[in-house]
């Protein structure tokens, strides 16, 4: 199957910072990828859809301004929290459907902790 | 509006033994893409099984079946020959017909497998 990678797989910032997660696909080209946040024991809501070469579109609720999300290349799309507070604490995880294939792949998610 | 739902939150079953995890979906769309995940306590997404609303018999993926019934809007995961490795969640996943490659998700079901 396809390989989605994530980095950092972890990560501990303050409060009032930004971090950036990053989203790569190794072994196919990736024209969207989907950005999803997880809580502990909860399911997964996704977030936004990142398009390569233009903008992302959010969905209801999720405010853009705080997850920026850039998606450059065919093989790697980045989200942004910006200005982290506490509750932006969670589980944040990246996927890509290559070409014909009909299941997403996932990346291995990145924990984040603001603290 | 489209909605999985996954009604056990928590199931047990004795190694050895099959189990069923129930899902059900509701959406106005003719063509519509079905989904199983698992997720060990690692957090990665693994793909075990899909089932497209026009496929005519039930998926199956070694141990795993899909068990496909339409009129019923329903897609139960069924695990035979459960080892102590299905000790995971579980969730139940649509995509739309439309093309998009958005993917809905149920709420999970934790599954532990006794020795």
């Known amino acids: 199957g396809a390989v989605v990678s994530q980095h950092p797989s972890w990560v501990i910032c303050k409060s009032g910072t930004s971090v950036k997660i990053e989203c790569r696909s190794l072994d196919f080209q990736a024209t969207t990828m989907f950005w999803y946040r997880q809580f502990p024991k909860q399911s997964l809501m996704l977030m936004a859809t990142?398009?390569?070469?233009?903008?992302?579109?959010?969905e209801q609720g999720v405010e853009k301004d705080k997850f920026l999300i850039n998606h450059a290349s065919l093989t790697l799309s980045t989200l942004t929290v910006t200005s982290a507070h506490p509750e932006d604490s969670s589980f944040y995880i990246c996927?890509?459907?290559?070409?014909?294939?009909?299941?997403?792949?996932f990346g291995p998610g990145t924990r984040l902790t603001v603290t | 509006a489209q909605k999985i739902t996954q009604t056990q939150p928590g199931m047990f079953v004795q190694e050895k033994e099959a189990v069923t995890l129930d899902c059900t979906y509701d959406?106005?769309?003719?063509?519509?893409?079905l989904f199983w995940y698992k997720q060990p306590s690692s957090g990665e997404m693994i793909f075990l099984i899909y089932?497209?609303?026009?496929?005519?018999q039930n998926a199956t993926e070694g141990r795993y079946s899909l068990n496909f019934q339409k009129a019923r809007k329903s897609a139960n995961l069924v695990i035979s020959a459960s080892q102590l490795g299905d000790s995971a969640m579980y969730f139940c996943?649509?995509?739309?017909?439309?093309?998009?490659?958005?993917?809905?998700f149920g709420q999970g079901t934790t599954l532990q497998v006794k020795p």
């Open positions: 990142s398009n390569e070469g233009s903008k992302a579109t959010y």
């Open positions: 959406t106005s769309d003719p063509s519509y893409g």
């Open positions: 996943a649509m995509s739309r017909g439309d093309n998009t490659g958005k993917l809905i």
């Open positions: 996927s890509s459907k290559p070409g014909l294939h009909l299941e997403q792949y």
């Open positions: 089932q497209g609303s026009y496929d005519q």
